[in-house]
């Protein structure tokens, strides 16, 4: 597991997340085991578990509920990642062959399913009927999203679209993590409030983020490949600002249309770096940061609260 | 919705069930509120729902909930097959074109996906930690079945084999009705444990059942063809009582080793019915069935009682 330095405090529950999440394939068959084993071994920061732990330690939750809060979060999110992987076609995630580019369709859609059945497993264990109908509807607005991306013809292309889409794609499990966090403590009302806050922006400046990588990102420290985006024709932030400035840019009307043409993807990137877009789509997310900062304020003080603050700004900083 | 006549005063809860699950798709996008009517109005005789409400009633519980409940199982029901005829190809079910024959494969895992989504959004509704966790863990049961019989070159090849497997993608989803049922009514011990056998005696017999109407049914009342398990080297109870008296039969082995040939698999069929290993399997769902009936001892008297006992009846005596 790659994580940082700040959130070394926290290693142990998170090690304990890890244990509860790979414990899951035991008395299954050995493949699903090992389905989950290379999935929950191939990288990943744990960025959502360490926003549960962080938060619900701060309020004063014990630490039980909390790693199976934060297995059954980082389940649901690679289920969906499973699925979304067979739907796009990826064949790469974080440098590492995705389960679709090794196996059959059949068997990615089960071992989704089978990551499904045990992200609710886990949630069931923490017995907070409200943590579970949280996280049901998380799952369809994750799902509807995606669903809507799919059947409809009509691209993102406006900025309150892209921003809603972001929301369902990540900023719903964010959110998800911190909200529960805080209802399984001791929180009182405006605390429940600030860590539904702190979530959305959060996920948020991390989508951005995740966004910009993939014009200015090293391919080799990202594990896939930049300009993906473009490639398929799917338009985030940095793009959409260009477009605004560029309404009538052929090459880039080219790529939204269809066009496969990596050549004209490096030109197009090339004109979006320099016209100023991706600084616009960074201080959006720097925005959404000091947002989720703000929202902290109603927290207790302790080092789970500077570890919070350190991560969003960590989320805007990174470049991998 | 197709019923039985023993079973029309439940019709009215029945039709509240129908409710809940079709309102689901609202706010959602219009693709997924079409597949789910599609799916819902193709026929389906709402058997677990009414194990629910027939032993949720007799039980003492509220309708509400028991509605909750029978919707999302039913659900959870709908969304396993949504996925399974992907993965076998199945282009008809009950007679109607699956969603897999008219969408994309996308689509259709997303589907399932929302659909998975709404059932355990349903059952959260009901507010039962103890409901939740037994949904969640039906849903393992059923999926490590699907995986198992996807990965494992080994076909089932033994009695004991074929009713773990019969368990897995029948039995466990009639125990949870029958047992989530009497959880969240004012069931004792042995009301729970009659509650369980039922479902699983129940569910036995009825898969046992489906997969003779595989080899006696008629197609065109079945609406899906005959002889399809045999055709796709599937071995169900008939075939192996035949199997157990015919080791060496070569036609069979050659279906078995994967030969697809229709009229072998019309020869085949002419064979095991002539040998009475249909007649053994129907006596199996027989004997399943008077054990359903049996566990109902401990419930206090009823109409729904009664009809409980009907159902038992009706699963192992229909053709359709």
Redesign the interface.
Known sequence: METVAFLDFIDHQIAKIDQRMLSRSEG??P??GAALEHLLTSGGKRIRPAVVILTGTLLGADEDPLVSLGASIELLHTATLV?DD??DGSLLRRGIPTLNSNWS???T??????I???A??I???I???EV??L???T??VI??G???Q???EQKVTSREEYFRRIYEKTGSLFVLAAHAAALISSADDSQVEAAKKYGNQLGKAFQVVDDVLDFVGNEERLGKPVGRDLYHGVLTLPTLYYMEQNPGDEDLSDLLDGKRDKQLVVQVIEKIKSSGSIERALDDACGSAERAVEALQVFPGGKEKEALKKLAQFVVERDV
């Open positions: 299954y068959n493949d699903l699925h067979l739907i369709p059949e068997a859609v089960l071992t989704g399913d089978f499904f059945a045990q609710a497993e949630a069931s264990e017995r907070s009927t579970m109908s996280f049901s509807k799952l369809s799902v509807n995606e669903v809507r799919l059947f409809s």
